[in-house]
């Protein structure tokens, strides 16, 4: 079983920033793809931004510039630096993990998510 802890959301004026923090724990194989993924209320979840395999990253067009997908590969851990943020990115944000199993497939892991809100 794989744990995922994410810390750092919270409450933050317009144009202020915000860093989550996603640290995967227990029995990983091979992290395939690691990131970040919001809901917004009555929205569907959306992907911010994530790792791909071979450490190339996607990002939801609407946040490129201001977000900013980092990690720490000793640590498992990954971060969502946020500047610059607007009120449609309030929203409850998840990590999201997927791990490549030896044979061959995937299974995929959510955090409980952290609530941002961004108001003034």
């Known amino acids: 079983q794989v744990h995922l802890v994410e810390s750092g959301g919270g409450l933050v004026q317009p144009g202020g920033s915000l860093r989550l923090s996603c640290a995967a724990s227990?029995?990983?194989?091979?992290?395939?793809?690691m990131g970040w993924f919001r809901q917004a209320p009555g929205k569907q979840r959306e992907l911010v931004a994530v790792?791909?395999?071979?450490?190339?990253?996607n990002s939801l067009e609407s946040v490129k510039g201001r977000f900013t997908i980092s990690r720490d590969n000793a640590k498992n851990t990954v971060y969502l630096q946020m500047n610059s943020l607007k009120p449609e990115d309030t929203a409850v944000y998840y990590c999201?993990?997927?791990?490549?199993?030896?044979?061959?497939?995937?299974?995929?892991?959510w955090g409980q998510g952290t609530q941002v809100t961004v108001s003034s």
């Open positions: 999201y993990l997927e791990d490549a199993l030896r044979d061959g497939s995937r299974r995929t892991y």
């Open positions: 227990g029995r990983i194989v091979s992290i395939n793809r």
């Open positions: 790792f791909l395999p071979g450490g190339s990253t």
